[in-house]
């Protein structure tokens, strides 16, 4: 497939830069794609976390009196 000019809005280019720019616009959309994943899963980290501290605290602690155990 080759570069667009029209609906790249820059010129086409051939040999080294047009190989390099097509790996860019494959990295950028890659990158984009992983930015959208990456936010779902700082929610799911989020809620795991919070699950496990819920968890943690309703752990009953061992019963020692007034001295540390």
């Known amino acids: 497939m ?9 010129p086409c280019l051939g ?3 047009g190989g390099f720019n097509r790996r860019f616009d494959a990295l ?3 990158y984009t794609v992983a930015l959208r994943r990456g936010g779902r899963m700082l929610v ?3 809620l795991l976390l919070a699950v496990l501290g819920i968890g943690y605290m309703r ?3 061992r019963g020692c009196g007034s001295r540390t155990c």
Do not use: C, I, K, N
Request: net charge positive.
């Open 28 to 30: 950028t959309a890659r």
């Open 15 to 17: 040999g080294f830069f």
């Open 44 to 46: 799911l980290y989020a």
């Open 59 to 61: 752990v009953p602690r």
């Open 2 to 10: 080759r570069d667009d000019p029209e609906a790249s809005g820059r």
